[in-house]
C-alpha cells in the first residue's frame, strides 16, 4: 500500500498550504471505501490527530486546534485526500501524515489506521 503526501513548505504566519495525499491505483482498489486521516508530529512531541474523512466525504473531525482553519477533503475519483491549511501558526509546524482507516469512517486515534504515508513537513515562521 502506497499513500504519497506532498505540498508541505515554509509559509509565515497566516499563511495557507494545501496538502495532498495519492494513493497508488494499486492502493487505492485496497482502500477505496476506507476513511483517511491526517496526523502531524511536531519535534519533541507525540503524534498527534488532525483531521479526518469518511469515505463518502460527508462526515468530517477535526481536532479543536485546527477547527475553522483546516478543511479536509477527499476526490475518490483522483484517489487523494487533501488538507487545506488556512492561517496557519508557529504551533501547527510538524511533520504531516496522511493514513487510511481500518474502516469507512475516519478515527482519532492511531490505532484506527492501518496504512500511513510518509510525511511532509510543513514549517511556519512567526
Known amino acids: 500500500v502506497q499513500l504519497q503526501a506532498s505540498g508541505g513548505g515554509s509559509v509565515q504566519a497566516g499563511g495557507s498550504l494545501r496538502l495532498s495525499c495519492a494513493a497508488s491505483?494499486?492502493?487505492?482498489?485496497?482502500?477505496?471505501?476506507?476513511?483517511m486521516g491526517w496526523f502531524r508530529q511536531a519535534p519533541g512531541k507525540e503524534r498527534e490527530f488532525v483531521a479526518a474523512?469518511?469515505?463518502?466525504?460527508?462526515?468530517?473531525l477535526y481536532a479543536e486546534s485546527v477547527k475553522g482553519r483546516f478543511t479536509i477533503s477527499r476526490d475518490n475519483a483522483k484517489n487523494t485526500v487533501y488538507l487545506q491549511m488556512n492561517s496557519l501558526k508557529p504551533e501547527d509546524m510538524a511533520v504531516y501524515y496522511c493514513?487510511?482507516?481500518?474502516?469507512?469512517?475516519?478515527?482519532?486515534?492511531?490505532?484506527?489506521?492501518?496504512?500511513w504515508g510518509q510525511g511532509t513537513q510543513v514549517t511556519v515562521s512567526s
Open positions: 474523512i469518511d469515505w463518502r466525504a460527508i462526515n468530517t
Open positions: 491505483a494499486r492502493t487505492a482498489r485496497t482502500i477505496s471505501n476506507n476513511g
Open positions: 493514513a487510511a482507516a481500518r474502516s469507512s469512517i475516519g478515527d482519532t486515534s492511531e490505532r484506527g489506521y492501518q496504512y
